[in-house]
């Protein structure tokens, strides 16, 4: 079966410091990934995806994430975080040729002081 | 503007009453979904339908129930069976040429509370 875990609940980050967000993932095969963003009582914002390709994938908000297929991580970073950046984060994954459900981790809370 | 909606954006309901969650897309996306969202737990899928008239169970389907009529709108219905129904539900989409490596977009969100 596959799963997703983001092992903080909780990252706090002054401005203008990198960030990261943890997310490891347990999957057959390929996996397609994902992260989102949500704001409170609002819908969840895509970021970011890895399908295939270069392992660094660039996404929306200067938010960028690496796959590391040995370690079966897809991290979300920023270099430079903004009090704006404040959110709840999801990293979710597809098994591909497991139909097209999409599990999602738990959620990480990002607070950014100024 | 195309996108997701839903309504209402904040529901109450009485222990006993079944309650409709309303979710109408023009994306012309085939694939819909239901997810309901607790504290601490994520997301987790209750029903989803990957075209008119079709539909699967989820995760948690137990409780609740749903239709598929148009390509448009997929209602998911929380009926009293459903023993915990306080929560935030969100329903998504996706268009069918991407159903594997396509994102999903998500409405704004329905909040149930069970009074």
């Known amino acids: 079966a596959q799963s997703v875990a983001q092992p903080e609940d909780q990252v706090n980050v002054a401005e203008g410091n990198p960030l990261t967000v943890k997310c490891t993932y347990s999957?057959?095969?390929?996996?397609?990934l994902f992260w989102y963003v949500q704001y409170p009582n609002r819908g969840l914002q895509f970021l970011l995806k890895?399908?295939?390709?270069?392992?660094l994938v660039k996404g929306s908000y200067g938010f960028e994430a690496e796959f590391n297929k040995s370690q079966t991580s897809f991290h979300l970073k920023k270099p430079s975080a903004l009090v704006s950046d404040s959110a709840l984060y999801f990293c979710?994954?597809?098994?591909?040729?497991?139909?097209?459900?999409?599990?999602f981790g738990a959620g990480t809370i990002l607070r950014v002081k100024s | 503007d195309g996108g997701i909606t839903q309504s209402p954006k904040y529901l109450f309901r009485k222990e006993g009453q079944n309650v409709t969650l309303s979710c109408e897309q023009n994306?012309?996306?085939?694939?819909m979904y239901w997810y309901r969202q607790d504290p601490g737990q994520g997301l987790r899928l209750i029903y989803y339908s990957q075209i008119v008239n079709d539909f699967q169970k989820g995760d948690i389907a137990e409780g609740y129930s749903v239709s598929r009529e148009k390509k448009e709108s997929f209602p998911l219905t929380v009926t009293s069976a459903q023993k915990n129904p306080t929560a935030f539900y969100l329903c998504a989409t996706v268009g069918s040429p991407e159903r594997n490596t396509g994102e999903l977009f998500f409405g704004e969100g329905s909040r149930l509370t069970v009074l």
């Open positions: 890895y399908i295939t390709g270069d392992n």
């Open positions: 979710a994954v597809r098994a591909p040729r497991r139909g097209n459900k999409l599990v």
């Open positions: 999957v057959s095969g390929n996996p397609y």
């Open positions: 994306l012309n996306h085939d694939a």
